[in-house]
């Protein structure tokens, strides 16, 4: 006999139902675009009814807006618990690699959903607080690496961890820009590759701080 099917709470079905409009979303807005997409493909492509979403979403900026916050969350705690058990920075860094070489699979759909709600928000004065908060939980993330990393290698920040971590934030966007118009020559890690460079870079300025050890000297 098949088993019977456990009967979900109803927090339980809420929080299906939500997941699967959040995830249809996802996929209308890659393939059409934010404002291409409308409420009522929404709930059908996940299999509801209009009734359905505005049962969970007060309206398509709403849900939106949890595309933002989910999707940004669920990249950071994927991150960490990837790293968090790392045995050292190299280790941490080839778990890195190995999990944007992944992520490399479905970088048009994954950067095109990205451009996405970041134009949406950009043109929608009550979407860009969302926005802000977004990039500054994955701007925290990389500040905190960047910390864990100065720790292991025994310096300390040669500036603000926060200011370091937007500069390899930024930098991500356009190297996966560059890396899906023009792939020839530049490997689904080369985020990884760059931020291991500018960490050496700045490990090597902590080390040796303008000024110090003869690094004036040859000034006119």
């Given at each position: 006999m098949t088993p019977a099917r456990k009967r979900l709470t109803r927090e339980e079905s809420r929080r299906q139902t939500r997941d699967r409009l959040l995830s249809a979303a996802a996929e209308l807005f890659t393939e059409r675009g934010?404002?291409?997409?409308?409420?009522?493909?929404?709930?059908?492509?996940?299999?509801?009814?209009?009734?359905?979403?505005?049962?969970?979403f007060?309206?398509?900026?709403?849900?939106?807006?949890?595309?933002l916050h989910s999707r940004t969350s669920r990249e950071v705690e994927e991150v960490r618990a990837l790293t968090q058990d790392a045995t050292s920075l190299a280790d941490a860094l080839d778990r890195l690699r190995a999990w944007n070489r992944d992520r490399a699979q479905h970088l048009p759909q994954w950067l095109a959903l990205r451009m996405e709600l970041?134009?949406?928000?950009?043109?929608?004065?009550?979407?860009?607080?969302r926005l802000a908060e977004r990039e500054r939980l994955a701007r925290?993330?990389?500040?905190?690496?960047?910390?864990?990393?100065?720790?292991?290698?025994?310096v300390a920040p040669p500036a603000d961890p926060a200011f370091l971590a937007l500069i390899v934030h930024a930098l991500e966007d356009?190297?996966?820009?560059?890396?899906?118009?023009?792939?020839?020559g530049i490997p689904d890690d080369v985020v990884v590759d760059a931020f291991e460079l500018l960490l050496r870079s700045w490990t090597a300025l902590a080390q040796h701080p303008t000024g110090e050890g003869g690094g004036d000297q040859d000034r006119p």
């Open positions: 934010v404002n291409g997409t409308s409420v009522e493909q929404i709930a059908e492509r996940a299999g509801y009814t209009r009734g359905a979403f505005y049962g969970n007060e309206d398509k900026n709403a849900l939106v807006a949890e595309v970041v134009l949406h928000a950009l043109r929608n004065d009550a979407l860009r607080p925290n993330a990389h500040a905190t690496g960047l910390e864990q990393a100065f720790a292991t290698r025994g356009g190297l996966l820009i560059q890396r899906l118009l023009t792939p020839e």
